[in-house]
Every structure is written in C-alpha cells, then in structure tokens.
C-alpha cells in the first residue's frame, strides 16, 4: 500500500513537474515570437511576394494587360517677333510656349518570354496615344503658330558637311521651294509630320541619309515603324533593370526591305515604375524612356514622408545626365546643359535639356528671349518607396531643341547658324500606381503594422500568462514539498522495555 501511495505521488510530481515546464516554454516562446516577427518583417514578405516577377505572378498578369502610361503633355515655342527677326531688325527670336497640348499613352507588352536558364524577361512594348481635349488648350489641327522650321534647319545642319557642290545643289532646290526659318504652321504638323519637300530634297541629294519622308516630335520618338525588344531582370540586384534594348526598323532605303538592328545595353537603368527592394540613398538610379537611346542619371536628393508613414526617397535630374562634351559649333563653343540625341533619331541633330534651359549654360537663354527657368515649375522629380521599390510619383520635365552648327552657306537658314533653337517643351508624368499596388503599400504600412501589432500585444501577453501560471504551478509544488509530513504505520513488530525495574 506504501508503494502504491509512494508511486502516485511521484507520478504526481512528474506531471506537475511537466506542466510547470510546458507552462514556462510556451511562455518563453510566445514572448520570443514578437522579437522574432521584427526581425523578419512577414509583411514585407507578403508584399514581396505579390510583386514577384514570375510566369504566373500578379506582375506578369500587368505586363500582358494594357494600361494607362505616362500623361504627355505638350508646349510648342511661338515665335512672337517672326518677321522681325527674319528681315534682321531683331538680333534674338523672342519666344512664347503654348500649350499644353496633351495626350495618354497606353502601354502593353507582347512576345513575353521568361528565360528558364536567366532571370530574364523579355518583352516587345506597344505604345499609342489618345488626344485629351479637356486637358488641352484646344484642338492641334485648329491653332497655327509661328515655328522654327524644324525640317530646314534639321536638313541644313546635316547637308554642311557635305562637299560644296552638294550644298550648291541642295540651295538651288531649297530657293525654289516656298519656305524660310520660321514658318506658319498648325501644331498637329509640326508633333506628328507632314510629307515635307526639304525632306525629299536631302533623300535625293544624299541617298542613305536618313530614311523618313517627314519630320514631326512626336512622330519621331513614336515612330510606328520601329520595333523595340527589352530584356530585363526579374530576380536580386537586377530585378526590374534594364539590361538592353534592341531596335529594329526596315529603313527604305536603296530600295532595300532589310531590316537594321541596333543594340543598346544600360546599366542601373530602369523604366521608372518599380525597383529593386531595400534601396538605399547610394543606390544608383537611371531612367530609360521607350524611343530615347540614353538614359537619364538621376540623384538622390531628400527623403519625403508618405500619409502611411513611408519614408520615400526623392530623386532629380543628375548634372551628368545633361553634360556636353560633343555638341559644339563652329566656334568650339560647347555649351553644357544638353543631351545629344542624333543618335537616338537617326542623325537629326536634336538635343535634350532641362525645360527652359534650367540648369544649363547661361549663354542658351541670351540667344533668345521669353524662356524664364523657374525651378518650382520646370525641375523634375522622382518619388520612390525605398522598402518595396514602388514609385509612388514621377514627374519629369524635359525641352527638345535643334542644335545648328554653321549654317552661311544657305540663305534661309543663316540667321539660326551656331544656335541651340528651342522647339518644344514636355511635362511627363507617371500614373499613379495600380490598385493592387497601392494594396501591398498599405498592406506594409498600415494594415500590416496594425494587424501585427495586436498578434504581438495577444502574443506577449499569452506569454506572459504562462509564466506567471508556470510560477504559480511552481510555487504550489514548493509548498506541498514543504507542508507536514504524513506518516504511515510501521509494519513488524515493536518490542517495549520498562523504563524501570522493580
């Protein structure tokens, strides 16, 4: 009966025993599990995993869907003193910008093909436009001004290094077309073209050349003939870059259908609207633009906070991005400021700068009067969320203009020799992020937090619940070790002596 009682009890202790210690190890590990959900971020995980670029994922879903791109919006230079400056009364053109004049692209992606060996992706891009008559000042068709003539001085400035015949040539059929530096013209025109003579002249005289009929911005930078396949990162450091861009176009030229390649590999560059995770202000940032040969450099400048409570980064325009060291005129006058981008346009001699010249080399804006740089208004701007590499905001600015190298040897175009002409201004801007984007942005930021916040308040009370109860149950087990002693009857017999003797 003894055993019995002696088993029970140590059976008792054991179990009591084994519950003070699963009291207190749960304990520790509810405790422990708030510490480690700081360390790990599963939110970020989660956000991470939605923004994943893989065969089936959300963004692969984006990719083939076509959305709304970058808003465009349009100011051309009216040249106010036309007549003035053409007869030579006035030694600068005095301008003024009109506009805007705006349009939406759509973007959407075909030929998509995820590299099973790479981390890759490549795609073709398709872009087109729409006209966006409440946003813009009226109808392109409808508003005529007074323009540089863009196909003259363009055509000029590629036909001076030419022998002097070919420019005596190339004179002889200019004069007998009815046309000067600046014209009238109807701002449609001059954004998407217009079959234009001088244009013809310069094919004829110097087949190869280049091989368009017309001349307009943005018939350029959208040209319908040519054809664009990006490869991209899709995994660590080179998710969302850039790698390289191919361009292909069937040129017509010498009557020949065959199709001309051209190559271009970026570094650090992306498209603008996601980024790598986890940036940091020396992170480097460049910025490619579908139809544009080069990239932009962008710079960290500051850090803004978002109404969820991120903290973004801001970005500008780098110095580097404009700096010159090829366009010069006649005089070795290189101007710094400016992007060569003949390149880019098959040999047209077009440059990039910041809008009204912001920036740039003070002696730009004495060759003309009207453009008044004026950072609050003309400077760009990119937002990112630096944890999840989301752009929240980009707003860029940019300013098209010809640049003339010594142009006396026509008569119409002498006036412009040696002169970066502004031609048009562009404000571009990103559309806001998709509402499955924004989702992961308060899903990181706002709900996430909130949600993880009450799992760790549960979490580390639960934790503490249970140790204190493994306490309680420890402390019970200490008293009942050290309570009174309950004493069993000895077996066997006791013999008893008289304590004393008769």
Not at 43 to 50: M, N, P, R, T
Not at 224 to 248: A, S
Not at 430 to 444: A, G
């Amino acid at each position: 009966m003894v055993v019995k009682t002696r088993r029970n009890s140590i059976k008792a202790k054991m179990k009591s025993r084994r519950n003070i210690l699963a009291s207190a190890a749960f304990g520790v590990a509810f405790l422990i599990i708030p510490v480690v959900v700081i360390f790990i971020d599963p939110i970020f995980l989660v956000a991470q995993y939605q923004l994943k670029l893989t065969k089936n994922s959300l963004l692969s879903y984006f990719l083939k869907k076509e959305l709304k791109g970058a808003l465009l919006e349009v100011y051309l230079f009216n040249v106010t003193n036309a007549e003035r400056f053409l007869d030579g009364a006035d030694k600068k053109m005095k301008m003024k910008e009109i506009g805007p004049f705006v349009y939406q692209e759509y973007r959407s992606n075909e030929d998509i093909d995820f590299d099973n060996e790479a981390p890759v992706i490549r795609f073709t891009p398709k872009l087109r436009t729409v006209f966006m008559p409440d946003k813009s000042v009226g109808d392109p068709k409808d508003i005529t001004l007074n323009v540089p003539n863009i196909s003259l001085l363009t055509v000029s400035t590629l036909m001076e290094p030419y022998p002097f015949v070919v420019r005596q040539l190339y004179n002889i059929l200019v004069n007998q077309v009815d046309t000067e530096g600046i014209v009238a013209r109807d701002v449609h025109s001059c954004l998407w073209g217009f079959r234009d003579p001088i244009v013809s002249i310069a094919k004829t005289l110097a087949p190869g050349l280049i091989y368009y009929d017309s001349i307009g911005i943005l018939e350029r930078l959208y040209d319908p003939y040519v054809k664009y396949r990006i490869e991209m990162g899709r995994e660590g450091v080179d998710k969302f870059k850039v790698l390289n861009v191919q361009r292909t176009r069937k040129e017509k030229m010498f009557d020949s259908n065959d199709p001309v390649n051209k190559y271009f590999e970026f570094n650090d560059t992306y498209e603008g609207a996601a980024f790598p995770p986890l940036m940091t202000p020396q992170t480097p940032v460049n910025l490619y633009r579908l139809g544009i040969c080069k990239s932009f450099q962008m710079k960290y400048q500051s850090q803004e906070e978002l109404k969820l409570g991120a903290k973004l980064f801001v970005y500008g325009y780098s110095n580097s991005t404009f700096e010159n060291t090829k366009i010069c005129d006649s005089k070795g006058w290189c101007p710094f400021g400016l992007m060569d981008l003949s390149s880019c346009f098959y040999h047209l001699p077009m440059a990039l700068s910041k809008s009204h010249f912001l920036d740039a080399d003070p002696l730009l804006l004495e060759k003309v009067e009207g453009l008044k740089p004026n950072r609050a208004v003309h400077d760009s701007s990119l937002l990112v969320d630096p944890k999840a590499g989301l752009t929240i905001g980009t707003t860029l600015e940019l300013q098209l203009n010809i640049m003339t190298t010594d142009l006396t040897f026509n008569h119409q175009s002498r006036l412009f020799s040696d002169t970066i002409v502004p031609i048009a201004r562009a404000k571009i801007t990103l559309p806001e992020p998709p509402e499955e984007t924004r989702s992961s942005l308060k899903l990181m930021y706002e709900t996430g937090p909130q949600i993880l916040l009450i799992l760790e308040i549960i979490s580390c009370s639960l934790g503490i619940l249970l140790l204190l109860n493994s306490g309680r149950l420890a402390w019970r087990e200490r008293r009942r070790e050290l309570g009174p002693k309950t004493f069993t009857p000895l077996q066997g017999k006791i013999s008893a002596q008289p304590l004393l003797s008769s």
